[in-house]
């Protein structure tokens, strides 16, 4: 029997590409752990999830919300047949609080992360500068509160648990 790299589908919803940022940290991570990823906006995922042994979803916060495409993604994800682990992430704390404690998903993160079964949710500070689209977000910058408080170093460790995490579900299901 021909033994394959497991498949990982990183997923995300984003507005001003924060949130695409740290899931290409992510997936380059579990690439270079061994597993074959693939990293796509969660709007433009067409095809069946059935092809991925593993799924991470990261969305965007905008005002106590995630971005609707990873809302949307993570419906299509509740009915597909099969089970696989998920990992969820936020992004968008536009300050320290991220990177300083453990922020708990905003409400219906949570419930997604209960429907889905998610085996872990993290908040990442997000960024917010100049290109940033949308007039609110542009005020919040010309009021001197944007920025850029994405934590890589805490990124890449999340990762690489995720692959831990992996590697030994693959290992139970090899030995059973």
């Known amino acids: 029997m021909t033994r394959r790299e497991p498949r990982v ?4 919803g984003t507005k001003n590409g924060s ?3 740290i899931a290409v940290r992510v997936a380059g991570v579990l690439t270079e752990a061994g597993y074959a990823t693939t990293v796509r906006p969660a709007g433009e ?3 069946s999830l059935s092809a991925y042994d593993a799924v991470v979803l ?7 919300r ?8 993570a419906r299509r994800a509740r ?5 696989r682990p998920v990992w969820l992430f936020s992004s968008g704390p536009l ?11 905003v409400p219906g993160v949570r419930r997604i992360a209960d429907r889905l079964d998610a085996r872990e949710h993290v908040a990442f500070g997000g960024r917010l500068d100049e290109s940033a689209r949308g007039r609110l977000a542009r005020m919040i910058v010309r009021s001197g509160k944007g920025g850029d408080f994405r934590d890589f170093t805490a990124i890449t460790a ?5 692959a831990h995490d992996l590697a030994t579900v693959r290992a139970r299901r090899e030995e059973a």
Do not use: K
């Open 9 to 12: 589908l990183v997923a995300y």
């Open 19 to 21: 949130t695409g940022e």
């Open 45 to 47: 995922v067409a095809e």
């Open 58 to 64: 990261g969305g965007a916060l905008y005002a106590g």
């Open 66 to 73: 995630w971005h609707r495409d990873a809302r949307r993604f």
């Open 79 to 83: 009915r597909a047949p099969g089970t």
């Open 95 to 105: 300050d320290g609080s991220a990177s300083d404690r453990d922020i708990p998903p």
């Open 158 to 162: 999340w990762a690489e648990r995720i």
